[in-house]
């Protein structure tokens, strides 16, 4: 018997949480999805791990594909592994966090149709689990 058939591997993503806060408000760094699953909603930007990287070159690769944004500190926040949370296949991803305090510009990419600052008070519907990711990140900044 295989390896492969015995301990199947699932996929692993990252996903970059960028705040900046303004005078008024805390905004979220958003990407609205060009392709299914969840084509058309909003979501944290974020993808695949490719087998030559490490999760914080993924994150940062990710991050400039999707909106742009480059140099940008990140800190890893938790993994989510729930085996629905993605209906495609299995996967796990770890999640990161950041803060801009500057107007870096940003201009989506990739697989993401528009690249977009929320109002943490503002978001819209959110895809996959990302909105339990939002609500942990949240927790943690406030602590």
Do not use: C
């Amino acid at each position: 018997m295989s390896y492969t058939y015995r301990y199947p591997r699932p996929a692993v993503t990252v996903d970059m949480l960028v705040f900046k806060k303004t005078k008024e408000v805390l905004q979220l760094l958003l990407i609205q999805r060009d392709r299914e699953p969840f084509q058309g909603f909003w979501a944290i930007p974020g993808g695949f791990m490719d087998m030559n990287e490490t999760l914080e070159a993924a994150a940062q690769r990710e991050l400039m594909e999707e909106t742009g944004l480059q140099n940008v500190t990140l800190e890893q926040l938790k993994a989510y592994s729930a085996p629905d949370r993605d209906p495609r296949h299995r996967t796990i991803s770890i999640a990161f966090t950041g803060i801009v305090t500057d107007n870096q510009l940003i201009k989506a990419g990739d697989d993401a149709r528009k690249a977009q600052w929320f109002s943490i008070g503002q978001l819209p519907l959110l895809a996959f689990d990302h909105t339990q990711i939002v609500a942990d990140a949240l927790a943690k900044i406030q602590h």
